[in-house]
Nanobody, 114 residues
Framework: EVQLVESGGGLVQAGGSLRLSCAAS????????IGWFRQAPGKKREGVSC????????DYADSVKGRFTISTDNAKNTVYLQMNSLKPDDTAIYYC???????WGQGTQVTVSS
């Protein structure tokens, strides 16, 4: 059974940092890219970043480039999202997804106060 479990969310002041984790199980870790998405209240879900596990290639939404970094620990089947210089607009529930985005975690709340 494919499982994705996010953790690391919380409340942080603007300018602060958080590191989100996405622990994956139930599939070959490098089979599909893994992506981070977010959804703020009243807004559509948007892609934040994704990484191709097999070769490390990554991509970012323009809104987070230069502030967020995606990485993996293949030994732990975990994908991280390091978020620096956080802004109130980054407030959302953050999800990881894989399997051509057929599989999703439960999400973790990130709240950035001004």
């Amino acid at each position: 059974e494919v499982q994705l479990v996010e953790s690391g969310g919380g409340l942080v002041q603007a300018g602060g940092s958080l590191r989100l984790s996405c622990a994956a199980s139930g599939f070959t870790f490098d089979r599909y890219p893994i992506g981070w998405f977010r959804q703020a209240p009243g807004k559509k879900r948007e892609g934040v970043s994704c990484i191709n596990i097999s070769d490390g290639r990554s991509d970012y939404a323009d809104s987070v480039k230069g502030r967020f970094t995606i990485s993996t620990d293949n030994a732990k089947n975990t994908v991280y999202l390091q978020m620096n210089s956080l802004k109130p607009d980054d407030t959302a529930i953050y999800y990881c997804a894989t399997g051509q985005y057929a599989y999703w975690g439960q999400g973790t709340q990130v709240t950035v106060s001004s």
